[in-house]
Structures are given as C-alpha cells and as structure tokens.
C-alpha cells in the first residue's frame, strides 16, 4: 500500500480494548481510519458506527460475517473474547488480513498451534497485544539488558500484586472468575502480560523446564468473617465492615473497575444509583454476591519458577487481594542488578565497581509515566503505531510481538497449568 495513506482498519469485537486502539483513529487520522465493525452486541455496533461514521454496509453483525464479505481492509484489530480468538482470526488470515490480536491469543497449545500454522500457510502476519513492551519502564530495562551492563542475566524476579478492587470485580465476582466462560486460569487471563515480558527480558535462552503451585487461599467459605451473609445488600451483618462490600466498593466508592460491572450486566455506566443498588440485590446477581460465597474456581494466588537452557533461572507470582495493585521487578546479572516497581516510573540500576563507595555504582532511572490515562504506561498507542508500520512493510521497534513470539509466553503458561494440577512437578517446557 502507499505509505502517504492511512491503513483502513475494520475492527472486530468493539469491547473496552477494541475501542481503545481504534480511537487512535480519531487522534492520528493521517496514519489509520476505521472502515469496519462487527460485533455481536447490537450497542457496540451503534457506538462504533456513530464514532467513526461507519456506513450501514460496513457495520457486521458478526465476524463471521465480515469475513464472509469481499475484502475492503488493509487490516483487522480483533478484540473478540478470549476464547474465540483463534476461530475469528484464522478467517481473517484466510480472507488476506494482517490481525492486531488482544492477548491471549489462544487458550491453549492445540489453539496456538493450529493458529500458527494458519499465519505460516497464509503468509499473514499476527501481532499481539503485549502492550507493557511498549511502556517506557519496561522499554528502558529491555535496552539496559541489550546494552550487556548488567552483564549475562542469571535470574528474573517478577510479581503482580492485583488490588483488592479489581480482583474481586473481575476475577472473583467477575466474567474471568469462571473458566467456563473466559477460557482460561488466572495466569493466562491476568498474567500472560507478565509471562511474555519475562521471557522477552530473558531472550537470550529458551525456557527448559517450568514449574507451578497456587490455589484459593483468601476467597472460600472458610475465609469469610464470622456472620457474614451470602448478599451483601440482603443479609450480611458485617456488611459495613467488610472490605469487599458491594456497597462500599461499587456504590459509595466506585473506582475504574466498577464500569465493568454495569457494562457485563447490561446497565449504562450512568444509570441512578438506585437502579444500580436493585441490580446488586438481585439473588442471580455475581457482583451482589459475597466475595468469599462465589466457589471460586481459579487461584487467588500462584507462583511459577522458569529453568532457562543456559542455567538462568526466573520466577513470578501472582497475589490476589493486594492493598494496591503493583508490577515489581529485580533482574540479577553478572555485572549488575536493576529493580523498580512499574508504577512508580522509577528503577534503580546498581553495578559492580570495586573503585566505588561501597563497591558499587548506583544510578536511578526516572520515566515519563506515558499517555494520561494508559494504564499501560504508554503501550496501548505504541503498539497501534508498531502494528501500523508491520502494515506498512516498515520495520518495527524491538517490542513489536509477533505470533512466534508471543508463543513462548503462553506455551510458559500452558506448562505452568499442568504443573500446577500435578502438585509444582517440574515439566519440560515444550514451545
């Protein structure tokens, strides 16, 4: 296509992170423009179609049937739910579309394989939305550890502590609460982030072998405080005391999270309080629902330890229920050591130097937090602008995550699963 152009993009499951990426449209309609949608939620259709001037023929009710229609796209972001990620994508690459993919792109290794290989027969390319690649923090660490001043990298410690707020909105009361429905475990639904910058941190060998444990600690019958009732609007006395009170946490004091919950239960954000109080007292209502009553049947909390071939070793943990959500880091080399905490825009190098005051030099690393409003740091732009240039036929940054590489990452998390449900066995990592 002529560079001088923007891409035409058609956009395929309008959710949260759909929109997000296609508004970049609206802010940079020199280098994309929004063509298409298809949704099986009539209201997405609407709001794609009045934001970006779609006409009625452009407008799908499904993704299967805009990959049914002549090809009038130069590109397709999908932001379908997990597990149809595989099943409307490989028409698309069969149909001659490049895909900008929402991670994870597969639930499991004979997905992953059998999209792999449609991208490998078609000659399409896919790229996944590992967006933190993007974000400056871990941009700055990626090139410290390309540079060799913190020498061969030996080991990788890595956490996610996830808020008291959004574990219980999303993965305890939530959609990704249940594998039924979201495909998936806590680890690949929440974490596969994580796990893929983990890897591409540690690039420089491949994984050898992989071992997990985790299970519900906080969130079971057994964890609720003495009284409490089933519904937090009905029957709990403990009600005001309780942390995770529906009326506390989505009523009186909602934050980012609660959009989610009037979204998946097909209320507007903006409805009265009042209406929003009667959805919650509703006995089939999950978000109404006490947090420690809902069987939950993911892990609140795991642990994985990654061997590399050439000896290196990485671990990462997941704790859900934190005070404040987090991403915490400390790479150990041979010359030197870098750690910092994501949030903060701010890691602390310190290398070895006999010569120096306590033999070592230590340096602090400030970043711009990114875009305002990116919980991403930056990413959720950067990475439209790299799938634009892949696009294009341009080369893109070294944080761009194509399908091969995207694979290590989820087949980390494949492994860690089935090690998981053997006890923490030490599996062979297969990618």
Request: aromatic share 6%.
């Amino acid at each position: 296509m002529e560079n001088s152009e923007p891409v035409r993009i058609a956009v395929v499951g309008m959710g949260a992170r759909a929109t997000i990426y296609a508004r970049e449209a609206l802010t940079h309609p020199d280098r994309m423009r929004i063509v298409a949608v298809a949704d099986t939620d009539p209201a997405h259709v609407r709001k794609a179609r009045e934001m970006f001037n779609l006409p009625p023929e452009r407008c799908f009710s499904s993704a299967e049937a805009f990959a049914q229609a002549e090809p009038f796209a130069d590109a397709v972001i999908n932001g379908t739910m997990d597990p149809l990620h595989v099943a409307t994508t490989v028409p698309l690459l069969r149909r001659g579309y490049d895909v900008l993919l929402e991670k994870p792109f597969a639930l499991n290794r004979p997905q992953a394989d059998e999209l792999l290989a449609c991208a490998r027969e078609t000659g399409r390319t896919v790229m996944v939305c590992h967006v933190l690649r993007y974000a400056p923090f871990y941009r700055r660490l990626k090139e410290l550890i390309l540079s060799g001043a913190l020498g061969r990298i030996l080991n990788i410690r890595m956490a996610e502590q996830v808020s008291y707020f959004h574990a219980s909105v999303s993965y305890v009361r939530g959609k990704y609460a249940s594998p039924e429905i979201c495909g998936s475990g806590m680890l690949l639904s929440k974490c596969c982030h994580d796990i893929d910058l983990l890897a591409w941190l540690m690039a420089e060998s491949r994984p050898a072998r992989v071992s997990s444990v985790g299970s519900v600690f906080q969130f079971t019958p057994q964890g609720a405080p003495d009284g409490a009732g089933e519904r937090c609007l009905s029957d709990c006395p403990v009600e005001r005391a309780c942390p995770y009170s529906a009326r506390r946490l989505y009523l009186e004091h909602p934050q980012r999270w609660a959009a989610n919950i009037w979204h998946d239960s097909g209320m507007p954000a903006h409805a009265p309080l009042d209406e929003k109080e009667r959805l919650l007292r509703n006995p089939d209502n999950a978000y109404g629902r006490c947090v420690y009553r809902q069987n939950l049947r993911i892990v609140d909390h795991q642990s994985m330890l990654v061997c590399f071939e050439n000896g290196a070793t990485a671990t990462f943990d997941m704790n859900g229920g934190a005070s404040a959500s987090s991403r915490l880091i400390h790479i150990t080399g041979t010359r030197g050591e870098a750690a910092g905490r994501f949030e903060d825009g701010v890691f602390t190098v310190s290398l070895i130097s006999p010569e120096s005051r306590g033999g070592r030099r230590v340096e602090t690393v400030t970043l711009s937090p990114g875009e305002e409003g990116d919980a991403h740091g930056g990413g959720d732009q950067l990475v439209v602008a790299d799938f634009l240039t892949l696009v294009r036929g341009g080369i893109p940054s070294v944080c761009c995550t194509t399908l091969e590489d995207s694979m290590v990452g989820h087949c980390l998390v494949f492994r860690a699963e089935e090690s998981r449900a053997q006890g923490g066995a030490m599996l062979p990592y297969e990618g």
